[in-house]
């Protein structure tokens, strides 16, 4: 409870909301337990951070742990992710 | 001893640089099996080092030890099964982190690991001090740092891998082994117990497979089901499950992910003390010019360009030389007639069988060659990774994912290599559905027949001048033509996905290489390969089937006295003493028709005649159906088939008539349009049959691609033919 008042919990958003040049945490993927693991193994494991450095007319290019990874447009509503204060 | 060659398999991400590092340890001594640009199963090479003799297999890319993909699980079942002596992992040193995750994996297989920090010489330009022996330490592992691309470091990598292999007892106690941290080591243990007492060494030893029973993995679980006594197994089965449950609660993540968190943070930590990054970022100019290529609205025009340029770069550049060769071919083919008498068999089969039919298709060999270097451009700069981007979004509205546009770009090259780089793509039923129509998306032996349908019925005319740029006439139908085979596809796609294969699309992730300038030797390679290929297959299939051609339309040949008529025609127009110009006119004019009558009468026009009905909708006579039957084994067996029916002897004073100028003589406009799209669309050819069964394991794939495409081009073709015939083509 006083956690919560401290620090106002960002809120929980698809990655699809997120704007170019914002970085976020990934949180997970809902409904898909094969697919989360796979990001995993491609290093974005949960509580990683990604930066959006591009969006197209539906995927999008972030950056995690200095490489680029083509997310496509199926995924990118399914991706949770929560806004990092700087 | 050192006769016996060792073996090292070559493993590494996508894009580390392993094709590059196998060309230059094996030299020239490759072998050329695969096609450049799809390393999709294992390739073997040879090398040597002091005097030891080496084996050594490319493997497929990869990001992990679970197989996603069926090219992975080629990579994971070569490594589990232990069928090399060593491992040399290839990584790229400038994406340190992520290479070095695989390499956590691979460190447990039970087999020494060299790893091979390639690219270092652009970790250096970017600023990165790798402190290498402090690495090659916590890690256990030689390392031995190689720039691929320069041929830097491949000695001390194959005598380090050597050295590993010849001792694989004290390698194996040197590596290090990833810990999870206590809580995780406790479950792995307890596991491990259990899993050793199934003792089957075989499937992998006991840590190995307690941890890949904690992440439930469906290939060990698979693996384990097949050889494991079914009670004790249960018994592990039960006892990783309970694991598995106690792990998500403690962590809120499945073990998995939390076991994949935990290597990371091991090379996080390794990669911390050992690394010293002096510049950030090593993605400046790829970002810079991806702002502009990936861009939501620009991109997919800018693709469009591009392919456009292609089409155009093609003509413009290869046409020149394709007539030139075409006129060598046809003083090839008079010469060779002076050399017997009229009428000698083995004249007419080499100058009308071998010479025309062959050489036919032979004269399009540069057109070939410059589309396999635009298709190697796209491929090596890393720009196909690009277009898979912006294209994700028309791909998702027909059901598919940007993923499935790789295949078929390299398909503009070649159906067969494209139909096994769907073995990238993850679900089995967007696999299929890219499979079956791949042939839709127009390959290099389809583009010679448009040459020569483009040049003989549309004489090249620029049409727009757009900044210097002039679009001609033939490169716009070309383009055109290959748009029909795309949109064509993307609406086959989305039939299928509604009917056969309905459900979402996988899910569609991939790394973006930065983009890269190719090296020549590479782009040389990538043109060498598929172009020998396409010349082979002329000397061979193409030949056989011309030769075939010939005799069927060489005999039965005309009764005597219809020959004689022919004579006497000649005779007649001889002696109206006409000029010289209307002379060669008249008599190429009778040369034409007895040539015309010879081929009905021959066995090849009787075939031709009697399915000539079934393809007289589409706007096609006996001749071209003829030919177009042909075309049922490859497709620009159209033009060396044409070049058969169509080879008209010489006789003294006369001018020859080309193939061009023989279809012109004949054909439409409109039919001409007719025969590319009929080409473009019906009966993929038999290497493209093949490539389906075999990679669908069925064939009632192949069967079903060769009815519908086949039905598809009848309906297509009639309706454009009637279409256009009423509005006057
Ligand atoms: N700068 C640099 N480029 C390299 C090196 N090794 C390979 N390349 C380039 O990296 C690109 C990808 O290499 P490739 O062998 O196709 O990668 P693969 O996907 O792992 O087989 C090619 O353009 C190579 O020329 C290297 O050590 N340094």
């Known amino acids: 409870m006083m956690e919560h008042r401290e620090t106002p919990a960002l809120p929980v958003m698809p990655l699809s909301v997120a704007l170019v040049g914002q970085t976020v945490t990934f949180l997970g993927v809902d409904g898909g337990n094969g697919i989360t693991h796979r990001l995993a193994e491609m290093g974005l494991t949960p509580g990683e951070r990604l930066e959006v450095v591009n969006r197209g007319p539906g995927p999008f290019i972030v950056d995690v742990r200095g490489t680029r990874l083509v997310l496509g447009q199926g995924m990118v509503d399914r991706i949770q992710v929560r806004t990092v204060m700087e | ?729």
């Open chain 2, 1 to 729: 001893m050192s006769q016996e060659p060792l073996t090292i398999a070559l493993v590494g991400n996508p894009n580390s640089g392993k094709t590059t590092l196998f060309n230059a340890l094996t030299g020239r001594n490759e072998h050329v099996g695969n096609y450049p640009g799809v390393t999709v199963e294992e390739k073997y090479g040879q090398a040597d080092s002091g005097g030891q003799r080496i084996r050594i297999a490319d493997l497929p890319g990869t990001y992990s030890m679970t197989a996603y993909t069926q090219e992975e699980i080629i990579t994971r079942n070569f490594l589990l099964d232990h069928k090399a002596d060593v491992v040399i992992h290839v990584i790229d040193c400038s994406n340190l982190e992520r290479s070095l995750y695989l390499t956590t994996q691979l460190l447990l297989i039970g087999l020494p690991v060299v790893l091979a920090f390639n690219m270092f010489d652009r970790a250096e330009a970017h600023g990165w001090r790798i402190d290498i022996a402090k690495l090659s330490n916590l890690l256990g592992v030689p390392i031995v740092p190689t720039v691929a691309s320069k041929g830097k470091g491949q000695d001390e990598l194959l005598a380090k891998a050597v050295a590993a292999a010849n001792d694989p007892a004290a390698s194996l106690a040197r590596q290090a082994i990833p810990r999870y941290g206590d809580d995780l080591e406790q479950e792995i243990e307890k596991l491990a117990a259990l899993a050793g007492r199934l003792n089957l060494p075989g499937v992998g030893h006991p840590r190995w497979l307690a941890i890949k029973l904690l992440e439930s993995d469906a290939e060990t679980i698979g693996r384990l089901q097949a050889e494991a006594d079914g009670q004790a197994l249960a018994q592990v089965m039960k006892s990783a499950d309970d694991a598995r449950k106690r792990v998500a609660a403690m962590y809120r993540d499945s073990a998995e992910i939390v076991l994949a968190d935990r290597r990371y943070g091991f090379v996080s930590g390794a990669c911390q003390e050992a690394v010293k990054h002096t510049v950030e970022s090593r993605h400046v100019l790829s970002d810079y010019i991806d702002s502009v290529a990936t861009n939501r609205y620009l991109g997919l025009p800018i693709f469009a360009f591009m392919m456009y340029l292609v089409f155009q770069v093609t003509f413009w550049l290869g046409n020149p030389v394709a007539d030139l060769l075409d006129k060598g071919k046809e003083m090839l083919a008079m010469w060779v007639r002076t050399l017997g008498p009229e009428g000698s068999i083995w004249i007419s089969l080499l100058a009308d069988g071998v010479i025309e039919g062959v050489g036919a298709v032979l004269v399009f060999v540069p057109l070939i060659a410059l589309l396999f270097l635009a298709i190697a451009l796209l491929e090596s700069t890393g720009y196909m990774a690009r277009a898979a981007f912006v294209v994700d979004n028309l791909m998702h509205r027909v059901g598919l994912h940007g993923k499935s546009f790789i295949p078929m770009l390299i398909g503009f090259g070649c159906t067969v290599p494209a139909i096994m780089a769907t073995r990238t793509l993850e679900s089995r039923r967007d696999r299929l559905a890219t499979m079956l129509v791949l042939p839709l998306i127009s390959c290099g032996a389809r583009l010679p027949v448009y040459a020569l349908i483009l040049a003989a019925f549309f004489p090249r005319r620029v049409v727009l001048n757009l900044l210097g740029l002039s679009m001609t006439n033939q490169a716009l139908l070309l383009f055109l033509i290959y748009l029909i085979g795309v949109a064509m596809a993307l609406l086959a796609v989305r039939l299928l996905r509604k009917t056969l294969f309905a459900g979402e699309a996988g899910s569609f992730v991939m790394e973006l290489p930065p983009y890269r300038l190719p090296t020549v030797r590479a782009l040389l390679r990538h043109i060498w390969v598929p172009t020998w290929m396409f010349v082979q297959k002329a000397g061979t299939v193409i030949l056989a089937a011309v030769v075939i051609m010939w005799t069927l339309k060489t005999w039965p040949q005309l009764p005597p006295d219809q020959t004689r008529q022919f004579e006497a025609q000649r005779a007649q127009i001889h002696s109206e003493n006409l000029p010289a110009d209307e002379l060669s006119q008249r008599l190429q004019e009778v040369n034409i028709q007895e040539h015309h009558d010879q081929l009905l009468h021959s066995a090849i026009g009787r075939v031709g005649s009697f399915i000539a009905p079934v393809l007289k909708p589409c706007g096609f006579d006996w001749k071209i159906s003829t030919a177009l039957m042909g075309a049922l084994a490859a497709k620009e067996m159209f033009i060396g088939q044409m070049g058969v029916i169509y080879a008209v002897h010489e006789r003294p004073g006369q001018q020859a008539v080309s193939l061009r100028q023989a279809l012109v003589h004949d054909y439409t406009q409109l039919q001409g349009f007719c025969i590319m799209l009929f080409i473009l669309i019906a009966s993929p050819c038999m290497a493209t049959l093949a490539a389906t069964w075999r990679e669908s394991g069925s064939i009632k794939w192949p069967a079903f691609q060769w009815s519908y495409l086949t039905i598809l081009a009848w309906l297509v073709t009639t309706a454009v033919f009637q279409v256009g015939r009423l509005l006057g083509g």
